[in-house]
T-cell receptor
C-alpha cells in the first residue's frame, strides 16, 4: 500500500509554545490530506481536511486559528498547534487518500507540560 | 446518538476461537464501509473494505446490512497476533471523510 510519514513521532513541549507536525505522502501525490486527533480510549476524530493550494476545511468545534494547516505541495501537509496547552496533549494522525483508500501516517504523540 | 457505534469490549477469546464484532451507523446515506485495525499507540491500518454482497479475506469475513445499517466482522481461528482494536469506519456521500467508531478491543489468549 501507499506510504505516509509523519514527523516528529513524539514531541514534548512547554505550555504556550507552538509545535509543527509534518505529514508526507512518500510514493504518491495527495491533493487531500486529513488530520485526526485521538485521545486515550476514544475514537479518531477528524479535525480538518487539508486541500493542496487552498484553505483547509475545519470540523465543527476545531479552532482554525489554533490549529494551523498548510498544504503547500501535493506531498506535504503541516499542522501547527499554536500556543499549546496541556489539554492539547493527544495523538495526532494524518492520512492521505489514494483512489478510495485512506492511508494513515504513524502518528505524532504530543505531550504539553 | 453516535454516528458509528461499536461495543468497546474487550473480547477475550482463546486461540482458535471464532469471534464476531458488530457495528451500527446512523446515516442511511453512507456509501463506503471499512474495518480498520489499530494496535496500541499505533496508527489505524485498513483491514478490509465491506461490500453489500459480503466479502472474505482469509480468516476474516465482513458483512453489510444496509436495511439495518449494520456491519459485522467475523474472525475465524483467532491468532495471538489478532489482538488489537478493530475500528468500524464509514464515509458519506461525495466525501472522503471517514467517521470512526470507538473500536472494539480484542484480546486473544494462548
Amino acid at each position: 500500500g501507499a506510504v505516509v510519514s509523519q514527523h516528529p513521532s513524539r514531541v514534548i513541549c512547554k505550555s504556550g509554545t507552538s509545535v509543527k507536525i509534518e505529514c508526507r505522502s512518500l510514493d504518491f501525490q495527495a491533493t487531500t490530506m486529513f488530520w485526526y486527533r485521538q485521545f486515550p480510549k476514544q475514537s479518531l476524530m477528524l479535525m480538518a481536511t487539508s486541500n493542496e493550494g487552498s484553505k483547509a476545511t475545519y470540523e465543527q468545534g476545531v479552532e482554525k486559528d489554533k490549529f494551523l494547516i498548510n498544504h503547500a505541495s501535493l506531498t506535504l501537509s503541516t499542522l501547527t498547534v499554536t500556543s499549546a496547552h496541556p489539554e492539547d496533549s493527544s495523538f495526532y494522525i494524518c492520512s492521505a487518500s489514494q483512489t478510495d483508500t485512506q492511508y494513515f501516517g504513524p502518528g505524532t504523540r504530543l505531550t504539553v507540560l | 446518538r453516535k454516528e458509528v457505534e461499536q461495543d468497546p469490549g474487550p473480547f477475550n477469546v482463546p486461540e482458535g476461537a471464532t469471534v464476531a464484532f458488530n457495528c451500527t451507523y446512523s446515516n442511511s446515506a453512507s456509501q463506503s464501509f471499512f474495518w480498520y485495525r489499530q494496535d496500541c499507540r499505533k496508527e489505524p491500518k485498513l483491514l478490509m473494505s465491506v461490500y453489500s454482497s459480503g466479502n472474505e479475506d482469509g480468516r476474516f469475513t465482513a458483512q453489510l446490512n444496509r436495511a439495518s445499517q449494520y456491519i459485522s466482522l467475523l474472525i475465524r481461528d483467532s491468532k495471538l497476533s489478532d489482538s488489537a482494536t478493530y475500528l468500524c469506519v464509514v464515509n458519506g456521500i461525495n466525501t472522503d471523510k471517514l467517521i470512526f467508531g470507538t473500536g472494539t478491543r480484542l484480546q486473544v489468549f494462548p
